[in-house]
């Protein structure tokens, strides 16, 4: 084996190490226990329309299941609704987070999105029947 040949094999197996340990370390961060559990603060966007919405959501989760309220008020968007609020009812898994949040004229949205690794925040989009956006909650 010719000294080059010798490094592309070193290379190879050192990325291929490298690799490895980093698909572990975020898949261990993944399955890491986060809590939706908690009072949030949350932005509300539709960027096709310049809607945002800022508010608290209050969830609690037990287990897997995802429980609680939320409400929010318009403060960009002049056509937009005024104000958001419901019920919200949803799932957890690992970092996932799933939830149908009752508002508006708007309709039921399904909200899906991450919590972050340490908890403190979670975003992600959401969506209705006629509209869609994105959001994002620290606490």
Do not use: Y
Request: net charge positive.
């Amino acid at each position: 084996m010719s000294r080059r040949q010798l490094i592309n094999a070193r290379t190879t197996l050192l990325v291929a190490i490298l690799s490895t340990s980093i698909l572990a370390a975020a898949h261990a961060a993944e399955r890491r226990a986060v809590t939706a559990s908690g009072r949030w603060r949350v932005s509300i966007a539709q960027p096709a329309t310049g809607c945002r919405w800022i508010g608290h959501v209050a969830m609690d989760q037990r287990g897997a299941t995802l429980n609680g309220r939320g409400a929010a008020r318009r403060v960009e968007g002049a056509r937009c609704p005024p104000s958001l609020a419901g019920k919200i009812s949803g799932s957890v898994q690992g970092v996932r987070v799933r939830f149908g949040f009752a508002f508006g004229r708007l309709g039921q949205a399904s909200f899906v999105g991450r919590i972050d690794a340490g908890g403190g925040g979670m975003s992600g989009s959401w969506a209705t029947r006629s509209a869609s956006g994105d959001w994002s909650a620290t606490r």
